[in-house]
């Protein structure tokens, strides 16, 4: 049974920063493509950020560039997100999914197939 479990998020003020963790288990790690999608209220869920099963991509929305940093730590079955310089426009709920391998082809916000229940990310002004 695969579970991805997101931790870390909260609510800061504008300018802060948090740092978001998504565990997984029940799959080979290292053979899936890690992303963080989000959703705030009313809007579609959108992706944020990926970080390819190899290493050697990672993708970023432009609306975060300079700001975030996915990273992942394939010895630990985990993928963080560290969110500096926030504005309120970044609040919403904080989603990790995994990708396998095979499906690379394909845009980064496709082809996920396990999602984490979600971590509430509220950034006051």
């Known amino acids: 049974q695969v579970q991805l479990v997101e931790s870390g998020g909260g609510l800061v003020q504008a300018g802060g920063s948090l740092r978001l963790s998504c565990a997984a288990s029940g799959l080979t790690f290292s053979s899936y493509t890690m992303g963080w999608f989000r959703q705030a209220p009313g809007k579609e869920r959108d992706i944020v950020t990926s970080y390819s099963w190899s290493g050697g991509s990672t993708y970023y929305a432009d609306s975060v560039k300079g700001r975030f940093t996915i990273s992942r730590d394939n010895a630990k079955n985990t993928v963080y997100l560290q969110m500096n310089s926030l504005k309120p426009e970044d609040t919403a709920v904080y989603y990790c999914?995994?990708?396998?391998?095979?499906?690379?082809?394909?845009?980064?916000?496709?082809?996920?197939?396990?999602w984490g229940q979600g971590t509430q990310v509220t950034v006051s002004s």
């Open positions: 999914a995994a990708r396998p391998r095979h499906k690379n082809v394909l845009p980064p916000q496709y082809g996920y197939d396990y």
